[in-house]
């Protein structure tokens, strides 16, 4: 069965500072998805960035990367100039077959 | 453009009252929903998905059901609600080669 671990349970940084997020999966599957999702106070989930396990290209959106390790099987979120807005819980999360499997959260923390 | 809307925002609820939590898809046919549960401070956990219409797969056993009457809309319901029933419920449409979407969420709280 896949799994998703973020061992990071809490984080916080100063504003401004670029933070790692971490993230391992485990999976026997060769095709599949990866996304960070955060989660700011008011619940609403939303997409940060998304990777295909076929591209070995890194996924890049405006100040959020991904360190994406097929073989370690590590898929870790940098956030670069962080911002008081990006405190939030960020998920990592895995897709295959229909099944979205979630890590149990990084609550990220920018203190200004 | 292709949004989800999830209604009501904000649900209280007596012990052994009914549920009815609706989500709808615009812009889109034939989508793949999924409601999830969120515990405070917890992730999420998929309780149903529904690759279409009348087509309903349940991941967890519990007091909940979901159906799909039309194509773009996914309900889920209970006939008697349970203390342990309370929590965040967030409707998600999966949108191909993107990812998912969510609504804005349904905070559910038995009394």
């Known amino acids: 069965a896949q799994t998703v671990t973020q061992s990071q349970p809490e984080m916080s940084v100063q504003e401004a500072e670029t933070v790692t997020l971490s993230c391992t999966y485990d999976t026997s599957e060769n095709n599949y998805y990866l996304f960070w999702y955060k989660q700011p106070p008011s619940r609403q989930m939303i997409l940060v960035i998304r990777?295909?396990?076929?591209k070995q290209q890194n996924a890049t959106e405006n100040r959020f990367s991904v360190n994406f390790q097929k073989a370690a099987k590590s898929f870790s979120l940098k956030i670069s100039d962080s911002q008081l807005g990006d405190t939030a819980m960020y998920f990592c999360a895995f897709y295959s077959n229909y099944q979205l499997i979630w890590g149990a959260g990084t609550k990220l923390i920018i203190k200004p | 453009s292709q949004t989800i809307h999830q209604w009501p925002a904000t649900l209280v609820q007596p012990v052994g009252s009914p549920l009815s939590l609706e989500c709808t898809v615009e812009g889109t046919s034939n989508p793949n929903l999924y409601w999830y549960r969120q515990a405070a401070g917890r992730g999420l956990q998929l309780l149903f998905y529904s690759v279409g219409i009348g087509q309903i797969s349940s991941e967890v056993p519990q007091n909940l059901s979901a159906s799909r009457p039309q194509d773009r809309q996914f309900i889920l319901s209970s006939k008697k609600l349970l203390l342990s029933d309370s929590g965040f419920y967030l409707c998600a449409w999966e949108r191909t080669d993107y990812g998912y979407t969510f609504g804005s969420g349904t905070r559910l709280t038995v009394v």
């Open positions: 990777q295909e396990a076929y």
